[in-house]
């Protein structure tokens, strides 16, 4: 079973934390519009985990973003998520930061 995600706006940033998979992200989901509307960044350094279907979430919020004229970066990365970018080819459409 997975843990919870949280998410909590601070700013321009939306912070999350515990696991981005298949399992927890539907809420997030629901709520991406509002949860976005101010944003241009989105801190992971909280995730302990981040699943393929998390990933493919991250990479619809930044394109999301772009389609309204706003570059969403993705602070906080660790080595499990920008490996999983790695894996997947996508360093050039998701660009990972290690800065919190």
Do not use: C
Not at 64 to 69: D, L
Not at 73 to 82: E, N, P, Q, V, Y
């Amino acid at each position: 079973m997975s843990a919870a995600l949280s998410f909590e706006s601070q700013q321009q940033t939306l912070i999350l934390r515990g696991e981005l998979d298949r399992e927890t992200l539907l809420p997030l989901w629901r709520q991406r519009d509002a949860l976005l509307a101010d944003k241009t960044a989105i801190d992971v350094a909280q995730l302990q985990r981040v699943d393929s279907s998390g990933l493919a979430l991250l990479l619809h919020l930044r394109e999301q973003q772009r389609q309204r004229g706003v570059e969403l970066k993705i602070s906080g990365a660790t080595d499990r998520l920008k490996t999983l970018v790695a894996l997947y080819n996508l360093q050039a459409i998701m660009p990972v930061d290690t800065a919190g």
